[in-house]
């Protein structure tokens, strides 16, 4: 009993990690698509405000975006459990 236990126990967490993880893509994809969309219909002086906007309606943390006028990159964070779960996504502009 004490093994499968600790076994459905090492289950949920990698399960909880697992959704923390597919939240911060979610997030990281949302902000990157946010600011691409800022610089190729408005001001790209606003794309990575853009984006820290869209990650924080996603409960992430937006710790960096570079873009230039054919690309945007962002990185965003989420802490779960003590831990930092990052992800990153880019979207290209044509």
């Known amino acids: 009993c ?4 600790m076994f459905a126990l090492g289950v949920s967490k990698l ?3 697992t ?3 597919a939240k911060a893509q979610n ?7 946010s600011a691409a969309y800022d610089i190729a219909h408005f001001d ?3 794309a990575c405000s853009s984006a820290r906007n869209a990650a924080n309606k996603n409960d992430a943390e937006l710790v960096s975006c570079d873009y230039s006028n054919n690309d945007v990159e962002v990185v965003v964070s989420i802490d779960h459990d003590g831990e930092t779960v990052k992800a990153k996504a880019r ?4």
Do not use: E, N, W
């Open 2 to 5: 004490a093994i499968a236990l």
């Open 15 to 17: 399960g909880g990690f």
């Open 19 to 21: 959704a923390v993880k």
């Open 27 to 33: 997030a990281a994809d949302a902000a990157s698509l």
């Open 44 to 46: 790209p002086k606003k």
């Open 91 to 94: 979207a290209d502009i044509k």
